[in-house]
């Protein structure tokens, strides 16, 4: 995505926009499909694929230390087994969270793309079941307009433009005068008018 963005803007333009993007505190990564997320997920994400791969580094390194004893005894058999156990339960987490992550990532950018206030997405993410969701490999939800249609239909104050709340001023009345500035006697000479 950034090389299309340097090869159609240029160089020096690119480089300006990224400049412009990082001012404004919208960094973002690159993930392997090319396309732009927030750079803080992207190294949450990074980092924990990296303590994931370092715990199975270890566990698969602890069952091969164990199956090579030639003099393993029932007590050795029994933590390789619960080493085994461990690892397959890891496995199966790990993959459970990174589709979680997946999904979760997912929903946040079609929501953002049907104009989902900022503010709400982390109530609207936890109602809707995930179960039957589908994600293809361009990390996009297979069907989206069938997960986000009845969402937006049912909670269509959390999309579009923010309400704005609160009461409208009155026409006729005077603004609210600063009273900061003004010394005593102008303050309850203007109290002594109202």
């Known amino acids: 995505m950034l090389e299309k963005l340097t090869k159609a803007l240029g160089e020096e333009l690119s480089k300006e926009v990224e400049t412009k993007l990082k001012e404004a505190g919208l960094e973002v990564g690159v993930t392997n499909d090319g396309s732009l997320v927030d ?7 990074k980092a924990e694929l990296k303590a ?32 085994n156990n461990k690892y397959e339960e890891y496995v199966k987490n790990a993959d459970s969270r990174v589709r979680d992550l997946q999904i979760k990532t997912a929903l946040e950018k079609g929501l953002i793309a049907r104009n989902a ?24 939800i ?11 239909e049912a909670r269509k104050t959390l ?29 309850f000479k203007m109290k002594m008018q109202n």
């Open 52 to 83: 994931a791969n370092e715990q199975l580094k270890d566990t698969n390194s602890k069952i091969e230390e164990l199956s090579k004893n030639s003099t393993v005894t029932e007590e050795l058999k029994a933590q390789l087994e619960e080493a």
């Open 117 to 140: 206030n900022q503010e709400a997405l982390d109530l609207i993410i936890p109602t809707i079941n995930t179960e039957n969701i589908q994600i293809d490999k361009a990390g996009n």
């Open 159 to 187: 999309f579009g433009k923010p309400v704005e709340q609160g009461a409208e001023p009155q026409k006729g009345t005077n603004p609210p005068t600063d009273t900061s500035q003004m010394t005593d006697t102008e303050y």
């Open 142 to 152: 297979v069907d989206a307009d069938d997960v986000f249609n009845p969402i937006v």
């Open 39 to 45: 750079a803080e997920k992207h190294d949450n994400m």
